[in-house]
């Protein structure tokens, strides 16, 4: 499994941006897609996590409400579209897969297979 994330950039807060994340080889039902972000000197965070076959979601107390997560089957894509940017939302954004059968949750540790990341700057 190989995601390339896309779609960063710098904006003015309150502005959005949608993110991609295209997953190349096979996606099983079972597998959890998330994003994660890591500003400057800090710890990588949870962002948003969706389940691959049910579609159900989970947001960051941070981005929900702003930040929504999709998928598209035939593109085997993963989007987060955020809205209403922030400066705090400024960091490297990027998704990962959790192969795992069960929900393991949000920690980074349970994800095997990360994206490159794409850097999300916003200006005040």
């Known amino acids: 499994v190989q995601l390339q994330a896309s779609g960063g950039g710098l904006v003015h807060a309150g502005t959005s941006l949608r993110l991609s994340c295209v997953i190349s080889?096979?996606?099983?039902?079972?597998?959890?897609i998330a994003w994660f972000r890591q500003a400057p000197g800090q710890e990588r965070e949870f962002v948003a996590v969706?389940?691959?076959?049910?579609?159900?979601?989970y947001y960051s107390d941070s981005a929900r409400g702003r930040f929504t997560i999709s998928r598209d089957v035939p593109e085997n894509t993963v989007y987060l579209k955020m809205n209403s940017l922030k400066p705090e939302d400024t960091g490297i954004y990027f998704c990962?897969?959790?192969?795992?059968?069960?929900?393991?949750?949000?920690?980074?540790?349970?994800?095997?297979?990360w994206g490159q990341g794409t850097l999300v700057t916003v200006s005040s």
């Open positions: 080889g096979t996606i099983y039902s079972s597998y959890t």
């Open positions: 990962a897969v959790d192969s795992s059968i069960d929900y393991n949750g949000i920690s980074p540790s349970e994800y095997d297979y």
């Open positions: 969706i389940r691959w076959r049910s579609t159900r979601t």
